[in-house]
C-alpha cells in the first residue's frame, strides 16, 4: 500500500492480518525522538478495511 518496511530484524507482521505498512520510524531520528530501545524502529500497519491500526518495534 505504502511501500515496504526496511526490516531492523527478520520480517515480522502484526497477527490477525492482512495488514498493509503505513510508516517507520527510526528511533534515531532527529524528529523522531522516541525510545524504542538500543536503535530501534518502530512499524505502523493499517487493516486491509482501514478500521484498526497496529504498532511494533524491533530492536539491535
Given at each position: 500500500?505504502?511501500g515496504s518496511p526496511a ?46 491500526g497496529r504498532f511494533l518495534?524491533?530492536?539491535?
Amino acid at each position: 500500500m505504502y511501500g515496504s518496511p526496511a526490516w531492523l530484524r527478520d520480517e515480522e507482521y502484526p497477527p490477525g492480518g492482512p495488514w498493509s505498512f503505513l510508516f517507520q520510524l527510526d528511533a534515531c531520528s532527529e524528529w523522531c525522538p522516541l525510545d524504542l530501545g538500543e536503535g530501534g524502529v518502530g512499524y505502523g500497519f493499517i487493516s486491509g478495511d482501514e478500521q484498526e491500526g497496529r504498532f511494533l518495534w524491533q530492536c539491535i
